[in-house]
Nanobody, 113 residues
Framework: QVQLVESGGGLVQAGDSLRLSCKAS?????MAWFRQAPGKEREPVAL???????LYGDSMKDRFTISRDNAKNTVYLQMNSLKPEDTAVYYC??????????WGQGTQVTVSS
């Protein structure tokens, strides 16, 4: 059973920064962050492959940075200049040729104005 453990969410003020972490219990190929705001569909934030190539969702790249530490099977999401519209549950996602795809349990990020 593959496990993803997320951390780093919380309540911050507009303009603040947060760094989310997601540790996988196994080696992964691609790791990504998605987010889902109340009443909205889940949307992609960023993805990073094991080699370091990255992809970002629309308008995410200017304030968010995804990175990973392969030795720790961990992916990070650095979020800067947070806005109230960034308020959402942020989900980690991983995919592996050996184990398939898994979602984390989600971590709440709330940005107050």
């Amino acid at each position: 059973q593959v496990q993803l453990v997320e951390s780093g969410g919380g309540l911050v003020q507009a303009g603040d920064s947060l760094r989310l972490s997601c540790k996988a219990s196994t080696r992964t190929y691609a790791m990504a962050w998605f987010r889902q705001a109340p009443g909205k569909e889940r949307e992609p934030v960023a993805l990073i492959y094991i080699g370091g190539n990255t992809l970002y969702g629309d308008s995410m790249k200017d304030r968010f940075t995804i990175s990973r530490d392969n030795a720790k099977n961990t992916v990070y999401l650095q979020m800067n200049s947070l806005k109230p519209e960034d308020t959402a549950v942020y989900y980690c996602h991983m995919s592996s040729p050996d184990y398939g795809a898994y979602w984390g349990q989600g971590t709440q990020v709330t940005v107050s104005s």
